[in-house]
T-cell receptor, first 114, second 109 residues
Framework: EPEVTQTPSHQVTQMGQEVILRCVPI?????FYWYRQILGQKVEFLVS????????KSEIFDDQFSVERPDGSNFTLKIRSTKLEDSAMYFC????????????FGDGTRLSIL | TQLLEQSPQFLSIQEGENLTVYCNSS?????LQWYRQEPGEGPVLLVT?????EVKKLKRLTFQFGDARKDSSLHITAAQPGDTGLYLC?????????FGQGTELSVKP
């Protein structure tokens, strides 16, 4: 069964450094998403992406965050200058059509900011 | 703020018992999805319900979407230790998912 893959599985970064989290969505999917889950808290929406542009973003997704689909298969989340509070699990998801279609999640990247 | 309240947060039962998990909101969702999440892994989709009043069955799991599309329930019949895990509901609104806080289920043999 096709799946969403994310790399790396764990990223440790010094505060203030840039980090790029990578995702390969399911190949025929058109909608892409990033979520994060701080330890012990709910999964929270960050951003959705369709047709090479951001469809919607949450208040968490400030100027320090950006997303890109650099080629036909990858979808990346960049955090420019990481803060301690960015430590979380970051999940990528994709769906094939949109609002009523299920989103399929990767196994996440655990980001630890020191 | 769109909230999805999931209850109970923790549930510990004996093998063979039945249980129900609830997700409630004051907001209407275009669809509602149930996931199961294992430690260190991403949420794995169990089912999507779209139509108000819809009922879907997945072996011993029964999912229901409320008539007004604001609430949902997951009922497990004759729970088994293999059902142990974290169950998440998530409502779809404007393309994003709003998650409940999860139900940590423990089924003891």
């Amino acid at each position: 069964e096709p799946e969403v893959t994310q790399t790396p599985s764990h990223q440790v970064t010094q505060m203030g450094q840039e980090v790029i989290l990578r995702c390969v969505p399911i190949s025929n999917h058109l909608y892409f998403y990033w979520y994060r889950q701080i330890l012990g808290q709910k999964v929270e929406f960050l951003v959705s992406f369709y047709n090479n542009e951001i469809s919607e973003k949450s208040e968490i997704f400030d100027d320090q965050f950006s997303v890109e689909r650099p080629d036909g298969s990858n979808f990346t989340l960049k955090i420019r200058s990481t803060k301690l509070e960015d430590s979380a699990m970051y999940f990528c998801a994709s769906s094939d059509r949109g609002e009523v279609q299920p989103q399929h999640f990767g196994d996440g990247t655990r980001l630890s900011i020191l | 703020t769109q909230l999805l309240e999931q209850s109970p947060q923790f549930l510990s039962i004996q093998e063979g018992e039945n249980l129900t998990v609830y997700c409630n909101s004051s907001s209407v969702f275009s669809s509602l999805q149930w996931y199961r999440q294992e430690p260190g892994e991403g949420p794995v989709l169990l089912v999507t319900v779209v139509t108000g009043g819809e009922v879907k069955k997945l072996k011993r799991l029964t999912f229901q979407f409320g008539d007004a599309r604001k609430d949902s329930s997951l009922h497990i019949t004759a729970a088994q230790p293999g059902d142990t895990g974290l169950y998440l509901c998530a409502g779809a609104r404007g393309g994003k998912l709003i998650f409940g806080q999860g139900t940590e289920l423990s089924v003891k043999p």
